[in-house]
């Protein structure tokens, strides 16, 4: 009778598993995990005879599998209970923070990235423009005393220290983030730093420059959402995560936005519509633009060369200039000196936070 | 396709049960035999050829052999058989390395086949050539009907990683099993159990190996490594023995019962008792048609010792193409021969944990030999095991042992009989209502724990591939 019991309830186990997956609708796009799923796919005697359709099959089931999410979470909650202390490439850190795994850097692409970099210095120096270099380290680093002990963990200042060597015109943000890691410089489920650690950063690139600095209550803190969850939460969907809070910092709201050159234009940088979604980050100018162009009261262009970690650093000197140029070299496909010249820029600063600048390929393409 | 995947799960094993308990008896076998194909022929399409190729000989020497029974070529189609099941599974494993070794030894550039290892063909060879030799022997009747011979072949529930299923164990089942709720039952949490061994234990413990066998022998530490082939040693005994159970419990649920093939090798206290627990379909397969053949133990003690030496060289190569298989088997051999002249005696007289380090740190010694196919990079790792790396613990060292020691600790008990007379135990003592829930928890944690794992795309590699 037991056995009868155990038999029928396999069978409906299978059966509900064949059932949810027939009758779900496939998607398209996970919005959490900001991929494209994988689809059917598409028979031909060739693809099944080299196996690949087989494996095109599994990760179609796997990404199209009902309540996806729901399962990560049972394998995240299931790989704390087992003692792991890390899971899906994010650590679980102290005070609830989810910080992403960097154990070590592509050398050969942290190179060439250097190198390209390097050339576009010394290229618009003979026009007497400066730039600037700014490698932000990421929680992972500032905050490395809540990590789980003894996890490994790649140091960023080698970084940082390699780009000094190669005589780049580097802003060291380290030690002020260092001295403010009490406060809240980084997201706990999302890999960017928070306006409050952008600021920072800020600060220190104006001193860099030998300017002077505004106090953080020059701009006007508005709160744009406290239910945000970002990166690192989707990585693990672990339901014990903390909420992060969004601020905005801004001395007049109003400023004209103008997206990939006209293709949308708008009088805020701050993109409200994302609020409401799953991807609150992206808030800040509309998400990843290959070019933006924010016009300002100040005097002067500055052209900042750029990862997502400029989005919210941008909020604090977008007053400090006629016009402030983004680029982000994974979409952008021009001549970033024609883009200077033609332009008028006056001004380079390159932002990236480390992890970013050791693995994008986009960046040695800034040196034409 | 492997057990523990998505397509397995979804796809196949649905759709063999539906249509194998939807057909008549007499259409059973013809319904295993074409599910089986479809199974095997999932990953390579081409080698189904080699398949059908090996059954309609094996099935042609069977008649061979009782055609001409009593005269003077009844041998006719055992030596067939013999020849060509080595005759293939020579070709496509062992002649890349043949040719490398010849190449290597008298500086020669012959080319290379680069033939990819059929699925299963060291499983699917032993296993035909099994049903000539018990025919011949007499010890199973010759398979009329081609079609149960051809499911026989290709069974998918052990077609690609075991248990080795000689053919007198099974020929009644063939044409004669029932199917029952309690088998089925029985066949439902044995398949789970092993899912679970695979995807859970053998999985997650072979993160840690694979971390720790990427680190260079320079940066690796004492601890690190023997916690490295800790996690290997688990990793292969829960994947195999896992995929043992699934084989197992997949049989019952279409009536069969397989042999067992593993009985807790790791509560062993000496190396013989080892090699009885582990993998036994492999070293009954080798007891009953290479050790006894040659004269077993019954021809005095030099003939034994080489009988002793053939069966453990075979055993080491049968694992694989690469000199380290074979190394791993002559370990094995010598240590069997020494423990039949003395060690046993001794271990005998001696208190019983002093068997049982000994006996793990010889199996453990012998991960070593069989996971690195390069001989430099195996003896760097047993350097570093005994002082000769980047010293006796490190900060990595000290976050895997930190990460893993929960895990460790459930290989370990699971690695023993506990679980298994406890619930021997509740079997006696309990209700059928706590019974049942014990079941359903088991059943359903099992499966979901192991799909979430599945499905959030972890690491989750075939080990079979080289046998």
Redesign the interface.
């Given at each position: 009778?037991?056995?009868?019991?155990?038999?029928i309830?396999?069978?409906l186990?299978?059966?509900a598993?064949?059932a949810s997956?027939l009758l779900t609708a496939d998607k398209y796009y996970s919005e959490s995990e900001k991929r494209t799923l994988a689809q059917f796919p598409a028979i031909s005697w060739e693809s099944?005879?080299s196996?690949k359709f087989?494996d095109d099959?599994?990760n179609y089931?796997?990404d199209q599998?009902p309540s996806?999410n729901g399962?990560?979470t049972?394998?995240t909650v299931?790989e704390r209970l087992?003692?792991?202390?890390?899971s899906?490439g994010v650590y679980f850190a102290e005070d609830g923070y989810l910080i992403e795994i960097h154990k070590t850097f592509p050398v050969k692409q942290t190179v060439a990235n250097i190198g390209a970099v390097k050339q576009l210095q010394d290229a618009i120096a003979t026009r007497g423009i400066t730039l600037r270099l700014m490698l932000a380290p990421t929680a992972g680093n500032i905050l490395s005393e809540k990590l789980?002990?003894?996890?490994?963990n790649a140091d960023q200042q080698e970084i940082i220290e390699y780009a000094k060597k190669q005589c780049l015109n580097v802003v060291d943000v380290t030690d002020v983030l260092n001295e403010h890691n009490v406060e809240y410089l980084f997201y706990k489920t999302d890999h960017h730093w928070t306006s409050l650690g952008a600021y920072y950063a800020y600060a220190a690139w104006i001193e860099a420059k030998g300017e002077v600095i505004d106090p953080i209550t020059a701009w006007t803190k508005e709160q744009l959402c406290d239910n945000f969850r970002g990166t690192t939460y989707a990585k693990v969907n672990y339901p014990f995560a903390p909420f992060d809070v969004i601020d905005a910092y801004y001395k007049t709201e109003a400023h004209k936005v103008d997206y990939n050159s006209g293709n949308y234009v708008t009088d805020s940088i701050y993109e409200r519509k994302y609020l409401n979604g799953s991807d609150q980050y992206a808030a800040f100018f509309n998400s990843n633009q290959a070019t933006t162009v924010v016009s300002g009261e100040g005097a002067g262009k500055l052209l900042i060369l750029k990862d997502s970690y400029a989005n919210c650093f941008a909020q604090f000197c977008i007053d400090d200039y006629e016009e402030t140029h983004m680029i982000d070299m994974r979409f952008f496909r021009g001549s970033v000196q024609k883009y200077i010249e033609e332009n008028g820029v006056t001004e380079v600063l390159v932002l990236y936070n480390v992890p970013n600048f050791t693995s994008d390929t986009g960046i040695t393409r800034c040196a034409k | 396709m492997v057990f523990s995947s998505l397509t397995f799960l979804l796809l196949f094993l649905p759709a063999v049960l539906l249509v194998y308990f939807a057909v008549p008896r007499q259409g059973k076998n013809a319904v295993l035999f074409i599910f089986s194909l479809i199974f095997y022929a999932w990953g390579e399409p081409i080698y189904v050829v080699l398949m059908l190729f090996s059954t309609v000989l094996d099935y042609t020497c069977g008649r061979l052999v009782e055609k001409y029974r009593g005269t003077s070529k009844q041998k006719i189609g055992l030596i067939l058989s013999i020849c060509t099941n080595l005759g293939l599974l020579f070709f496509f494993k062992y002649t890349d390395f043949f040719i490398g070794t010849v190449n290597g030894i008298f500086g020669t550039a012959i080319p290379q086949l680069n033939l990819p290892l059929p699925i299963g063909i060291s499983f699917y060879t032993f296993q035909t050539m099994s049903y000539t030799i018990d025919v011949y022997r007499g010890d199973a009747k010759m398979q009329r009907n081609i079609i149960s011979f051809g499911a026989y072949v290709s069974l998918f529930p052990q077609l690609i990683a075991g248990p080795i299923v000689r053919y007198q164990d099974i020929a009644e089942q063939l044409d004669e099993r029932t199917h029952s709720f309690d088998k089925f039952g029985d066949g439902v949490k044995r398949f789970v159990t092993g899912l679970g061994k695979k995807v859970l234990l053998a999985n997650n413990i072979g993160l840690l190996w694979s971390t720790i066998s990427e680190t260079s022998a320079a940066e690796l530490t004492a601890i690190g490594a023997w916690l490295g082939i800790i996690a290997f040693g688990f990793q292969i005994y829960f994947d195999f023995s896992g995929y043992s159970d699934m084989a197992i419990g997949l049989g019952k649920m279409f009536g069969f019962e397989f042999l067992e093939n593993f009985n807790y090798p790791y509560i062993s206290k000496s190396v013989t008792e080892f090699w009885r627990r582990w993998h036994m379909s492999l070293g009954t397969w080798f007891r009953d048609y290479v050790y006894i053949p040659l004269g077993g133990n019954r021809k005095g003690l030099t003939l034994q010792i080489r009988n002793i030496a053939v069966v453990w060289l075979l055993t080491g190569f049968w694992h694989g193409a690469s000199w380290n298989f074979v190394l791993w088997g002559v370990f094995y051999g010598l240590l069997l021969v020494c423990e039949k002249l003395f060690l046993l005696k001794w271990l005998k007289k001696a208190p019983s944990f002093v068997g049982h380090i000994y006996a793990m740190l010889t199996v453990l010694l012998g991960w070593v030999l069989f996971a690195f196919d390069d001989f430099g990079q195996g003896f760097a790792f047993l350097k570093v095991m005994f002082g000769g790396g980047a010293g006796f613990v490190n900060s990595d060292a000290m976050y895997q042992l930190l990460s893993y020691l929960p895990l460790i600790a459930v290989c370990m008990i699971a690695s023993t009989p506990l679980m298994k007379k406890l619930y021997e135990k509740m079997t006696v003592k309990c209700g059928e209502g706590v019974l049942l829930t014990a079941d359903t928890v088991r059943v359903l944690g099992l499966s979901a724990l192991s799909v979430a794992y599945l499905i959030s795309g972890s690491y989750n590699p075939f080990l079979y591939f080289r046998f």
């Open positions: 009778m037991r056995n009868k019991i155990i038999s309830l396999f069978c186990l299978l059966a598993g064949v997956h099944i005879r196996g087989g099959i599994e089931l796997a599998f996806r399962w990560v049972i394998k299931a087992s003692g792991k202390k890390e899906g789980p002990v003894y996890a490994p | -």
